[in-house]
């Protein structure tokens, strides 16, 4: 009897510490206030739709004119053509040879091409001769045989054993194969013996062919020493498994 006593009083005790802890862990779940509901984690409580909270109850959203209740319903948006202003939308002002946009930098509006957006309005853009409007329709850039030269453009002047090309960068010209811009002309690139013509901008317009390397201005032969083979590039020479480089030659590892 005794022992039954004491296992009623334990449980007892137990249930009230539950008791005690539900009330301490969820105390939100009792202090939902009108026109809400607990939140997902139920450690608190957020307003129902179409409410926003304001210290501490949910007030009904007050939508203004020319706005709608926005997608997650806790707030409101402006219509198309309407920007917010004070709590209220007001419509958006947009200037001669302009447009609604929505991707605009917070004017709500963007030019028409060829105009440029100056001081809220839109102004045509002043094109230099020889220039035409580009695929964007806010910048301009120079014709066919033209370079842009800061506000100008100028005509481009072509070598001997030169052509134009249609890069925006550079000079407007480049040269024929065999040749390399120096200065302003197109001279003909020296190729020595046991050497090739490279295509680059740089460096001395040829390489040296497999086996060779470039010493001064021509392609001397490569002398292998003991345990070697030419590397990768052909124009140098690495040790054999095994082996490894020691100055001029290859030794044992």
Same mark, same amino acid.
């Given at each position: 009897?005794?022992?039954?006593?004491?296992?009623?009083?334990?449980?007892?005790?137990?249930?009230?510490?539950?008791?005690?802890?539900?009330?301490?862990?969820?105390?939100?779940?009792?202090?939902?206030?009108?026109?809400? *509901?607990?939140?997902?984690?139920?450690?608190? %409580?957020?307003?129902?739709?179409?409410?926003?909270?304001?210290?501490?109850?949910?007030?009904?959203?007050? /939508?203004?004119?020319?706005?709608?209740?926005?997608?997650?319903?806790?707030?409101?948006?402006?219509?198309?053509?309407?920007?917010?202003?004070?709590?209220?939308? &007001?419509? /958006?002002?947009? #200037?001669?040879?302009?447009?609604?946009?929505?991707?605009?930098?917070?004017?709500?509006?963007?030019?028409?091409?060829?105009?440029?957006?100056?001081?809220?309005?839109?102004? &045509?853009?002043?094109? #230099?001769?020889?220039? *035409? /409007?580009?695929?964007?329709?806010? *910048? %301009?850039? $120079?014709?066919?045989?033209?370079?842009?030269?800061?506000?100008?453009?100028?005509?481009?002047?072509?070598? @001997? *054993?030169?052509?134009?090309?249609?890069?925006?960068?550079?000079?407007?010209?480049?040269?024929?194969?065999?040749?390399?811009?120096?200065?302003?002309?197109?001279?003909?690139?020296?190729? #020595?013996?046991?050497?090739?013509?490279? @295509?680059?901008?740089?460096?001395?317009?040829?390489?040296?062919?497999?086996?060779?390397?470039? &010493?001064?201005?021509?392609?001397?032969? /490569?002398?292998? #020493?003991?345990?070697?083979?030419?590397?990768?590039?052909?124009?140098? %020479?690495? $040790?054999?498994?095994?082996?490894?480089?020691?100055?001029?030659?290859?030794?044992?590892?």
């Amino acid at each position: 009897m005794r022992r039954l006593r004491l296992i009623h009083a334990l449980a007892a005790s137990v249930l009230f510490a539950f008791a005690l802890l539900l009330s301490v862990a969820s105390p939100a779940s009792a202090q939902v206030p009108a026109n809400a *509901h607990a939140d997902r984690y139920g450690s608190g %409580w957020e307003c129902d739709r179409t409410y926003e909270e304001v210290e501490g109850a949910c007030s009904l959203i007050t /939508i203004p004119a020319n706005a709608f209740l926005n997608a997650r319903g806790d707030g409101w948006d402006c219509d198309r053509g309407f920007r917010r202003a004070r709590g209220t939308c &007001v419509a /958006i002002e947009v #200037p001669a040879h302009g447009y609604l946009s929505d991707s605009s930098y917070g004017t709500g509006w963007d030019c028409d091409r060829g105009y440029l957006a100056a001081e809220g309005s839109c102004v &045509v853009m002043k094109l #230099p001769p020889n220039a *035409h /409007i580009d695929s964007s329709g806010r *910048h %301009w850039e $120079c014709g066919r045989g033209f370079r842009k030269d800061g506000d100008v453009c100028v005509a481009v002047k072509v070598p @001997e *054993h030169g052509y134009m090309t249609d890069s925006d960068y550079g000079v407007g010209w480049d040269c024929d194969r065999g040749y390399r811009a120096k200065g302003d002309a197109c001279v003909a690139v020296k190729v #020595p013996s046991n050497g090739y013509f490279a @295509e680059s901008s740089f460096g001395s317009g040829w390489k040296c062919e497999r086996g060779y390397h470039a &010493v001064d201005d021509g392609c001397s032969a /490569i002398i292998l #020493p003991s345990d070697a083979h030419l590397d990768y590039s052909g124009n140098g %020479w690495d $040790c054999d498994r095994g082996y490894r480089r020691s100055q001029d030659l290859c030794a044992r590892d």
